[in-house]
């Protein structure tokens, strides 16, 4: 079977109606609230949020930190997220619209990096980990939200998507990135009914330092 690839025009189609989601505000909250309780923010902090798409996360974090970089692959994403910032007049977030997977990395280095659910679309997962390493400015911070590894059904077994991940796998990798101090904490759990049964998906936050 042609396994099903979740790409920019996927979400392009999906950004105007994101922040409608009750549970991907809920979901942004609790990671940004797992962040703070990490991670000791301050308005001289430089922020990329990588996989940014409308914004959810970076709208709760930006008066926190000095600046942030809204990064992500899809331009309708990026499009609903420079409607919010005109909206209420930000001027300290910018947009990027770039595949760090793909793209070689950006001209300018952070003191944190946080990504939520947007791993689990990557498909290698320890050279975005080294990408990350090599943006972040000695002692800065990584924050990743994901899935826990899951059964498949939380996108359905038709998409080509990583099925959540196991922590210490995702540890080892991170450690061999040139991370330390990595820790886990569960922010949020996802309901879903598949084929008339209750799932319930934990997301994780993972935190780690670059020295
Ligand atoms: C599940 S959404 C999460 C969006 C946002 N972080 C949130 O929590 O509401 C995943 C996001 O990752 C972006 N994305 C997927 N693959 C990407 C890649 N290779 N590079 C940059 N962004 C990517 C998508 O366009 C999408 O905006």
Redesign the pocket.
């Known amino acids: 079977m042609n396994k099903v690839v979740?790409d920019?025009a996927h979400?392009d189609a999906q950004a105007r109606r994101?922040d409608a989601n009750p549970v991907?505000r809920e979901?942004?909250e609790r990671?940004a609230a797992a962040i703070r309780a990490r991670i000791p923010l301050n308005r001289a902090m430089t922020a990329l949020?990588?996989?940014?798409?409308?914004g959810?996360?970076a709208f709760l974090l930006k008066d926190e930190l000095g600046h942030i970089t809204l990064?992500?692959?899809?331009a309708g994403?990026l499009a609903v997220a420079a409607d919010k910032m005109a909206a209420q007049g930000v001027t300290n977030m910018t947009l990027r619209q770039?595949?760090?997977?793909?793209d070689p990395p950006a001209d300018e280095t952070y003191d944190l990096i946080c990504?939520?659910?947007?791993l689990h679309?990557?498909r290698d997962t320890a050279h975005i980990l080294q990408v990350f390493h090599r943006l972040l400015n000695p002692g800065g911070w990584l924050a990743v939200a994901d899935l826990d590894r899951e059964d498949g059904s939380f996108h359905g077994h038709e998409v080509d998507v990583h099925h959540g991940f196991e922590r210490e796998d995702l540890a080892a990798l991170a450690r061999a990135a040139g991370f330390a101090d990595i820790a886990f904490d569960t922010v949020f759990e996802i309901e879903k009914d598949r084929d008339g049964v209750r799932h319930r998906y934990p997301v994780f936050l993972m935190t780690a330092r670059r020295y």
């Open positions: 979740l920019a979400f994101w991907f979901r942004a990671i949020d990588y996989g940014s798409g409308t959810l996360l990064m992500d692959s899809s994403m770039v595949d760090l997977s793909a990504t939520a659910m947007t679309h990557i």
